[in-house]
């Protein structure tokens, strides 16, 4: 917290007021994840008495009832020092309140940004009256939804405004780890119940490492007041072997460690971590709320274009607005800001269509907003265990994007189109490296027969597919398995008439590339858990001897 200081000191005459004094903790971000040191209980933020309620209200002309603006007020949206946000500024004149001649005055849209970089509750947000909108990482809204609905209240995602494409990432400084599996036995640095932390589960539940292993991972929480700075100072400093960072920490971190790497990254998980806006659902109840939040949502997706095309305004939107990116401007240069730009992609409407499956194909919105929900459960991340579990459909209002599309014929077809190609030279490059997970899946083969059963199917479509769907930019390596009993030859064999029985179900029921699958036999030379000694695992030999006949999915890592 050495560096804190200056920091704090230049944010005071600007947000004291809002109780954010800490706002980027030495450009760590964590608030970006809803976690504000005194005001974090079980992983979740405080009661609604806490910081950012009732005093925020009267700083941003909150007016109480319900937290609805009225006639000509404004349409308050509170978001946090990030550059996934930089559009919206870019939209709003560079500005936190809409200037005269920018892309929302000319939709006559009347916006204002709130920077509340303590994040309030969105029950203390929606009711003091701070705003009407607020941003939410996919997998938080997951959380913090059920916790609403326990509040009485509801909301709505209306829009994806981000998708993480590098810039979240687990890192190692071991020259050894070089994959998930390689995590066994170390230490690993994150911040609990953040995106990093259902990022590094994901994986790991993903992996093909025994349950013993995977539990000799030792996950080391760093206290909530230190946020992704102490993350990177328990990296940088040795104290760990593995951290889980998003940017800038993830950049600074990987700059100031000679010989550090990323070991698995949103890279190659194009599809597991999304910013969204989300709204009061009273505001979406009303015309005139849906017709803010429609011009709203419109604006936004201009202002992808202009900063898509002129990123130099958007950092200048950002430098402008936020004092945060001022003074990483000071320190580490505009030029550092803008190269984060390329591990983020700000998404528009052919995006939103596409993650939302609205051109069809997967919504990969509602799988990982399920996805997470299982996660932070079992992790026992929500305030309240018995929280309702919120159907995934529920938690979005798709009326605005599809409004778009309405009226956008190049942007269906854009989303329609798919975003990456493959290709057997690109597969070929990629198998030359280790794989970074291998996940195994049992699917069940009849004896002696490399036919797949409706049993086997429904294996790769419920543990194969979302796997897939989660890497996007990956190749793989589909092989088959067995255990040492029998002929080798014949195991070499079947094994690989297997493993290609998978790849033209996924080919031909899922249309995923052929050309993005090595196929491979193993037989029994590759086992995942040693026969002769099944008890060093915890495991009994019948238990040991299947965890070896596994097909198994390895991710080659993205481009």
């Known amino acids: 917290m050495a560096q804190l200081t200056p920091l704090a000191k230049g944010l005071v005459t600007v947000i004291v007021l809002a109780a954010a004094a800490s706002a980027a903790w030495n450009f760590g971000l964590k608030e970006r994840f809803g976690q504000s040191g005194d005001s974090v209980q079980n992983g979740q933020p405080a009661s609604d008495s806490a910081a950012g309620g009732s005093t925020l209200g009267k700083i941003f002309g909150g007016g109480g009832g319900g937290g609805l603006p009225g006639a000509g007020k404004p349409l308050k949206v509170s978001i946090v020092s990030f550059h996934g946000y930089a559009p919206a500024l870019v939209a709003n004149g ?96 994150l911040l609990e119940f953040t995106p990093s932390h259902g990022m590094l589960i994901d994986a790991i539940e993903s992996s093909s490492l025994s349950a013993r292993r995977k539990e000799s991972i030792r996950t080391v929480f760093i206290n909530a007041e230190e946020g992704t700075a102490g993350v990177r100072a328990a990296f940088e400093t040795g104290a760990v072997e593995a951290a889980v960072l998003w940017d800038p920490d993830l950049a600074l971190a990987l700059r100031n460690v000679p010989g550090s790497k990323v070991v698995y990254s949103t890279k190659t998980a194009t599809n597991l971590i999304y910013d969204v806006m989300v709204c009061d659902s ?156 291998t996940k195994p899946v049992m699917v069940s083969f009849a004896k002696a027969s490399a036919d797949l059963t409706k049993r086997a199917q429904r294996s790769v479509d419920t543990e194969m597919v979302p796997f897939i769907e989660n890497n996007g930019k990956a190749y793989f390596e589909i092989s088959g398995n067995t255990d040492a009993s029998g002929s080798r030859a014949i195991n070499m064999r079947l094994s690989e008439a297997r493993a290609r029985a998978v790849v033209e179900y996924l080919a031909g029921q899922w249309e995923f590339p052929r050309d993005r699958f090595k196929i491979v036999g193993n037989g029994p030379d590759r086992p995942l858990c040693n026969e002769q000694n099944p008890a060093a695992e915890g495991m009994s030999l019948e238990d040991c001897q299947a965890m070896n006949r596994s097909t198994r999915i390895a991710v080659f890592g993205g481009r």
């Open 94 to 189: 560079n500005s936190l309140t809409t200037q005269p001649g920018s892309i929302y005055a000319q939709k006559g849209a009347n916006i204002e940004f709130v920077i509340q970089d303590d994040i309030p509750t969105l029950s203390t947000i929606f009711e003091s009256g701070a705003a009407q909108c607020a941003w939410r990482t996919s997998d938080f809204w997951a959380q913090e939804q059920p916790n609403l609905r326990n509040a009485k209240l509801d909301a709505r995602a209306v829009m994806i405004v981000d998708n993480t494409q590098g810039g979240d990432a687990v890192i190692s400084r071991d020259p050894a780890v070089r994959s998930v599996e390689d995590l066994a036995g170390r230490k690993v640095a």
């Open 282 to 437: 009273r505001l979406l109840a009303s015309p005139e709320g849906q017709a803010q939040v429609q011009k709203f949502v419109d604006g936004w997706m201009e202002g992808v274009k202009v900063a898509r095309a002129n990123p130099d305004l958007a950092v200048d939107a950002l430098v402008k607005t936020e004092e945060f990116f001022k003074l990483l401007a000071d320190k580490e240069g505009r030029p550092f800001i803008k190269s984060l730009f390329a591990n983020l992609v700000w998404t528009g409407i052919e995006d939103n269509a596409r993650i939302l499956g609205l051109v069809g194909g997967t919504n990969h919105y509602e799988r990982v907003y399920r996805r997470f929900d299982q996660i932070y459960r079992a992790a026992g991340a929500l305030a309240n265990p018995n929280s309702p579990v919120i159907p995934a459909q529920d938690s979005f209002d798709y009326r605005f994007i599809q409004n778009l599309l309405n009226q956008n014929r190049e942007a269906v077809a854009a989303a329609a189109k798919p975003t990456e190609t493959f290709s057997q030279a690109g597969l070929q490059e990629s198998a030359r490296s280790t794989a970074i997970v």
